[in-house]
């Protein structure tokens, strides 16, 4: 049928969440959007001017210049932040151990979540964060709140990083669990399950069983929505 719907997707870092929301996204033949690659951008664009997270005036005084952008590519999607191809960049450590901080900042917040709002209302977006379901889309018709152990997730990202870090599993689970812990005890729009989620623990589940589980969901909210 023609009727979209938006779907929400949140969770703690590496419980699976942008690679399963890009399989969704194009098993229903809708956008994927990466909300935490746009807190990425924004925080790389403060780091570059030398703007810290502590000096929320200064960080305020420049959010209304930021223009972020996703488009989508052959490769995945790129990342556009002020004209500049920021892709890659903003997934470095550097980036990784501040965007936490840049994120807590509730004018940069409200900022980005104006952007998100603005790309899913036409409905048919897999949108992929942190508070989603809860604040960016209340009313997205499909909710997941993905989760894994901290020792899964880290050993995930430990394989992603395939001995190009220099870190060790054990540092990647502290950095992972700090960030968590930061993002669940902020102020503004915390890391939190929305209690209309489907909460899914994808400790030992694959890829494409939680991109079935998902799209199973999907379809079915659909089809409700017809027969209405
Ligand atoms: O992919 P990974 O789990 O490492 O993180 P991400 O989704 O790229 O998000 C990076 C950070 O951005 C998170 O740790 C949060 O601090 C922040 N974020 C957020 O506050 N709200 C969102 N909707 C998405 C990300
Ligand atoms: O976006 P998020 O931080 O939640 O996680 P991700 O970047 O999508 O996934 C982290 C890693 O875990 C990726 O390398 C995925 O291929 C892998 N993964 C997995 O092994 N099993 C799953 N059920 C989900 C993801």
């Known amino acids: 049928s023609n009727n979209k719907i938006n779907v929400a997707i949140d969770g703690p870092a590496g419980a699976g969440k942008s690679t399963v929301a890009r399989l969704v996204a194009k098993a229903l033949s809708y956008v994927y959007v990466d909300t935490g690659a746009m807190y990425r951008a924004a925080t790389w664009y403060m780091m570059c001017r030398g ?8 960080v305020l005084q420049h959010v209304p210049e930021l223009m972020i952008e996703l ?25 990784t151990s501040k965007v936490s901080q840049y994120s807590s900042i509730a004018g940069l917040r409200t900022r980005l979540t104006e952007n998100q709002r603005e790309m899913a209302a036409r409905k048919g977006v897999v949108m992929d964060g942190r508070d989603i379901g809860t604040t960016v ?10 989760t894994a152990s901290v020792q899964e997730r880290a050993a995930r990202r430990f394989k992603e990083l395939n001995g190009a870090a220099d870190i060790t599993l054990e540092q990647l689970e502290r950095d992972i669990a700090a960030r968590d812990k930061f993002d669940e005890e902020r102020e503004v729009s915390p890391l939190r399950c929305s209690e209309d989620a489907i909460v899914l623990d994808t400790t030992h589940m694959d890829i494409q069983g939680v991109v079935d589980t998902i799209v199973s969901y999907c379809l079915a909210e659909k089809d409700g929505e017809n027969s209405q």
């Open 137 to 146: 889309l209340p009313d997205a018709e499909v909710k997941v709140f993905m």
């Open 51 to 58: 703007i810290p997270a502590e000096d929320t005036e200064k």
């Open 71 to 95: 488009v989508p590519d052959p490769t995945g999607q790129k990342v556009y932040c002020n004209g500049e191809d920021v892709t890659t960049v903003i997934r470095s450590m550097e980036v």
